[in-house]
């Protein structure tokens, strides 16, 4: 008999982007082995509960209220844990459900693990910065229940040490070298931003900003969604992006068309303020666009300066320059680009991390 795992957080399969991405990229490796049910949310499934790929999937019920339905989803999916199913192991992908945790532990012991995206974060985006309280009382409190915890970000894994005490290991995203290009025309020679959503921890601001004191003449594409943008922010971006030649292009919905803008990029800037370990970012690579980044410590435990270039975080003028570099140094952006994509080879892909995630629920089962 296989045993059960249950995993919680991957809220939407086949996935948009983030968690969901990574738990659908590592499963399958691990459905030959274990017998996997995913706990997903309708407001972000595309279908019904069944079975796909050789994993169960249980879709539940969402509510409207968009800021309130990750919370109600993870309640529901830990009451039917406890009273409509029996498993070996729960899984959490994100902690923001850690208030759960000393419940669960009354029917499943020591059989839950947690992996932490994006916590212990100093800078929260506008949309969450008045609930800092509860993520605080989260890993402050309730994650400390839990002994067996990883995190996709050494940084992470450093400041979720100090506060909770506890070892935390460290299990990176990783990406799948071979993922199909989409043959449609998207153009070339364009700066390109990207993010799964454009928050200010994002720091699209700071791309625009450095286009305009370039003055900039050539095409920047933005990929994001902007439809829960804090207006404030969404405004200011909206003023900067006035006398550039900026095409906002949404949400992109089909990855192999997301990977066909970052190949055919002049410059692929990833200038974000806060991150876990970005799978963006790894996608930018195995497509070995030319990438400027910030310098934050989720990126450059990553990478290093002779795999990337990195900009000082929060400084325009230096990004300005290094933009300047990059667009006149082709030679030297293809000799990282080859650097960075043999490290992504070595460390980041998804059958080394499923094996990662692997010798974990082994140690906890036995």
């Not at 069944?50 to 999937?57: F, I, L, R, V």
Request: glycine share 4%.
């Amino acid at each position: 008999m296989k045993k059960k795992i249950a995993i919680i957080g991957a809220k939407g399969l086949p996935a948009k982007d983030g968690i969901s991405r990574v738990v659908e990229c590592y499963i399958p490796y691990l459905t030959a082995k274990y017998d996997i049910t995913i706990y997903c949310t309708e407001a972000y499934a595309k279908r019904a509960s069944g079975d796909y790929n050789g994993y169960h999937e249980i879709v539940l019920k969402s509510i409207h209220n968009t800021r309130l339905n990750s919370l109600w989803y993870y309640i529901k999916a830990c009451i039917h844990t406890l009273f409509c199913a029996k498993y070996d192991l729960i899984h959490f992908h994100h902690c923001d459900s850690a208030f759960l945790y000393p419940l669960l532990k009354l029917k499943y012991g020591d059989h839950i693990m947690v992996t932490t995206h994006g916590a212990f974060h100093d800078k929260l985006n506008d949309k969450w910065k008045k609930y800092e309280w509860y993520f605080k009382l989260q890993y402050n409190y309730f994650l400390k229940t839990v002994n067996h915890i990883t995190s996709v970000s050494k940084e992470e894994k450093r400041k979720g040490e100090k506060i909770i005490g506890k070892p935390i290991v460290y299990i990176p995203n990783g990406i799948n070298i071979s993922e199909p290009v989409s043959p449609q025309i998207v153009g070339q020679n364009y700066i390109f931003f990207a993010a799964g959503r454009i928050m200010e921890i994002k720091g699209l601001d700071l791309l625009l900003d450095a286009c305009n004191q370039l003055k900039y003449q050539g095409v920047i594409k933005v990929a994001g969604d902007m439809t829960m943008t804090p207006a404030s922010y969404k405004t200011k971006i909206m003023e900067k992006a006035k006398g550039l030649n900026v095409e906002f292009l949404g949400m992109i919905h089909d990855k192999s068309l997301l990977l066909k803008y970052l190949q055919n990029s002049a410059l692929f800037v990833f200038p974000s303020r806060v991150e876990a370990l970005s799978m963006q970012l790894l996608e930018g690579v195995s497509m070995k666009a030319h990438t400027i980044a910030s310098d934050i410590k989720a990126n450059t435990d990553v990478f290093s300066s002779e795999e990337m270039l990195f900009f000082h975080t929060e400084n325009v003028k230096d990004l300005q320059e290094k933009i300047m570099f990059a667009m006149s140094h082709p030679t030297t952006m293809d000799a990282l680009s080859t650097k960075a994509i043999e490290t992504l080879k070595e460390k980041y892909s998804w059958d080394i991390i499923a094996k990662q995630y692997d010798e974990q629920y082994e140690q906890i089962l036995n």
